[in-house]
């Protein structure tokens, strides 16, 4: 059973600039979720994916939006980066939507914006 | 609007002894309560989750932790501590009733296994 992978694993972008983030779900999996980890504190939820469409979000801008493939893999794009994207991102996914799954996490994708 | 409280940002303890790892929680319905570790570079790992059913839940590692609906609090205990079990610990919860699929995570408790 492969676990969920996301990439790349460290990315360097100038203020301003875009930036697309990638996950691939974990076997068997059709839901996925993005989080924001600020460094010292908890993740913080984005958004979730269920069958290709956003069904929950969190208080984040529209620029930070995704997109979910039939193959379940998703991707986060983060528009007119700020110096406060700044963060650890993680990807995870579930079996289901269903509210009383756990999730399983990848290892982040580490954004730093200068 | 549903929150998470973990009271203490670190936690110190004797390999051998028990350990407590404190989260306390604000829902408006019943929660479902989880708990996850994350070790440096790492991303989080699930141990356990309370939905319903008895209150002492038992996970991965040897973790368990004690659903208290009066005291809201969803505490996470090991018998008898490692030096591998030394990490950065958090609790989430689910407001079910919100109909949101939001996990809300606590800021964190570092937990120091010392030999």
Same mark, same amino acid.
């Given at each position: 059973?492969?676990?969920?992978?996301?990439?790349?694993?460290?990315?360097?972008?100038?203020?301003?600039?875009?930036?697309?983030?990638?996950c691939s779900s974990q076997s068997g999996h059709n839901t996925v979720s993005w989080?924001?980890?600020?460094?010292?504190? +908890?993740? /913080? =939820?984005?958004?979730?994916?269920?069958?290709?469409?956003? %069904?929950?979000?969190?208080?984040?801008?529209?620029?930070?939006? +995704?997109? /979910? =493939?039939?193959?379940?893999?998703?991707?986060?794009?983060? %528009?007119?980066?700020?110096?406060?994207?700044?963060?650890?991102?993680?990807?995870?996914?579930?079996?289901?939507?269903?509210?009383?799954?756990?999730?399983?996490?990848?290892?982040?994708?580490?954004?730093?914006?200068? | 609007?549903?929150?998470?409280?973990?009271?203490?940002?670190?936690?110190?303890?004797?390999?051998?002894?028990?350990?407590?790892?404190?989260?306390?929680?604000?829902?408006?319905?019943?929660?479902?309560?989880?708990?996850?570790?994350?070790?440096?570079?790492?991303?989080?790992?699930?141990?356990?989750?309370?939905?319903?059913?008895?209150?002492?839940?038992?996970?991965?590692?040897?973790?368990?932790?004690?659903?208290?609906?009066?005291?809201?609090?969803?505490h996470l205990k090991k018998p008898s501590a490692l030096v591998s079990d030394s990490?950065?610990?958090?609790?989430?919860?689910?407001?079910?009733?919100?109909?949101?699929?939001?996990?809300?995570?606590?800021?964190?408790?570092?937990?120091s296994v010392i030999p």
């Open positions: 059973e492969t676990g969920v992978t996301q990439s790349p694993t460290h990315l360097i972008k100038t203020r301003g600039q875009q930036v697309t983030l990638r989080y924001q980890q600020a460094l010292g504190q +908890g993740p /913080q =939820f984005i958004f979730q994916y269920y069958r290709e469409e956003e %069904n929950g979000r969190g208080n984040f801008p529209p620029r930070f939006s +995704g997109l /979910q =493939f039939p193959n379940y893999s998703s991707e986060l794009n983060v %528009n007119a980066l700020e110096l406060d994207d700044s963060a650890l991102y993680l990807c995870a996914s579930s079996p289901w939507a269903a509210v009383a799954y756990e999730q399983y996490f990848g290892p982040g994708t580490r954004l730093t914006v200068t | 609007a549903q929150s998470v409280a973990q009271p203490e940002d670190q936690v110190n303890v004797a390999e051998g002894n028990p350990l407590t790892v404190k989260c306390t929680y604000s829902v408006s319905g019943n929660p479902y309560l989880f708990w996850y570790v994350q070790y440096p570079n790492r991303g989080l790992q699930f141990l356990l989750k309370y939905i319903t059913g008895d209150n002492l839940v038992k996970g991965s590692y040897g973790f368990e932790a004690e659903f208290n609906k009066s005291q809201t609090s969803f990490a950065l610990y958090f609790c989430a919860v689910r407001d079910p009733g919100a109909g949101s699929y939001q996990l809300t995570f606590g800021k964190g408790t570092k937990l």
